[in-house]
């Protein structure tokens, strides 16, 4: 993008750090994935938004990305503090399906909506399950400076690493407010490495292990499958703030033991050099929950007619680090913004293509034109400084509006600016953001047919036909917008 350093915030500093790659050239970075027990809700989908604008900005940089997210099929409790059922076992024996076939409706539900979004596609998706082997190869090799056993499982001795929840900025004491009810717990903080099968009975997802026949405990996927596939000490560890609480804390606490190294005031001593957290996804009646029966997901927006891109666009229209409240107000006024764009982008698409064909330009950080080039810095400044898709965004709209000048120059820094947005400017039509709601079953053709006779009545100054054929319109649903300033001729209510 530019020589100017990429600032970003390390949650594990609470500082902004300047970007320096553990191995030169390269990016590595850890998303913590989706408990696939459920379809994903926006407030999820979120945090993979903010993390794939990060993996846009390190290519930008000219880095070579190694993106890694992780599919947690097993050890997630109903509570993140290791109490409760696994999500996984509860939701199978609710539904009376397996977990594998649970797993799999799941993981391509949210798969789809990973699309739909226009994130891309990471550089593996590592399944928690098939690290079982690593996992207690791991845990093997901290039980026995770290781990002790009781009744219920290996539990990690939180005291027994320095700095514990420091990233949380947790008192240990009192734990976060974590209530110990596992009996033979010797910290309130302290977390299941493996949980055992209770006596006489049989889970779905169970293994042998050193101690007796379980599963994983949910932290422990992270840390294997990170130092598995991006060793110690990786560039970054990204996911939502509910994270910074609980489970990074303590996959930090294992990378600790795992290492054998000392405390926090070296951040690579954690396991990854930056720890990132996108904050949540709110919505005024009430929180935004995957277990909590009726939820905000990514095809609802869909069904009501939105285009999943306008959702996109409105995470990317407050900083990751803000909370972001969802409004159907707020998803239109971005669906609006987004169609604006897009208007724009036809044009200049249109005009590039008849501008002359085969001009070859420089690339566009060597552009010097004085209406672009303020631009382009301004748009990498945005970037640079911790991502700051609010005012990137700006950039991006000015530049779509700069008049009287090269069309292919602009085209190919609207082109350049959206690569890191991912907005698809250039693929998306007028058309296809639409509204268009599940439930309307007038076709667009019947539409089209209707709207050239209401011409012809009108061209022949019959108003009373047609006011007539716009009455019958509206009752399919259909609106009329008679000189709308963006050019649409109807819309579905
Ligand atoms: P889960 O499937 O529950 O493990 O969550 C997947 C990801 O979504 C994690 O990174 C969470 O921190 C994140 N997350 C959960 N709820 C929200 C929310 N309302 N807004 C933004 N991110 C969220
Ligand atoms: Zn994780």
Known sequence: MTDAPLKLFNSLTRKLEEFQPVHAGEARVYTCGPTVYNYPHIGNMRAYV???????????QGLKLTHIINITDVG???????????????????KAQSIWDIAKHYTEAYWADVKALNIRQPARWSVATDYIEDMLEFAKSIADKHCYECETGLYFDTTTVEDYGRLARAVTEEGEGR???????????????????????????????????????????????????LGFPFDIHTGGIDHREIHHPNEIAQNQAFCGCGGLSTATNSGAKIWMHNNFLVERSGKMSKSSGEFLRLQLLIDKGYHPLSYRLMCLQAHYRSELEFSWEGLTAALTRLKRM??????????ASEAKQGQRLPSVSEFQHPKLRPLIDKFAAAMLDDLNTPIALTALEEALAVKKIDAGMKHAVVAYMDEVLGLDLFKLSRKDLRVRPKHAEI?????????????????????????????ELAAQGVEVMDGDPLGWEWKLT
């Not at 903010?50 to 930008?60: C, K, M, N, P, V």
């Not at 509570?79 to 996984?88: P, V």
């Not at 897009?342 to 005009?351: C, G, K, N, P, S």
């Open 50 to 60: 903010f993390a794939d604008i990060l993996g846009r900005t390190l290519s930008h």
């Open 76 to 94: 997630h409790l109903t509570d993140d503090a290791d109490e409760g059922e696994d999500k996984m076992e509860k939701m199978a024996a609710e």
């Open 179 to 229: 209530i110990d009810t596992v009996e033979g717990k010797r910290n309130a903080a302290d977390f299941a490495i493996w949980r055992k099968t209770p006596r006489g009975e049989k889970r779905q997802m169970e293994w042998d292990s050193p101690w007796g026949k379980g599963a994983p405990g949910w932290h422990l996927e992270c840390s294997v499958m990170g130092e598995k596939l």
């Open 342 to 351: 897009v208007m724009a982008a036809e044009r200049l698409a249109q005009q």
């Open 443 to 471: 076709s667009e053709e019947q539409i089209d047919e209707a709207l050239e006779r209401r011409k012809t009545a009108r061209a022949d100054k019959d108003f009373a036909a047609s006011d007539a054929i716009r009455d």
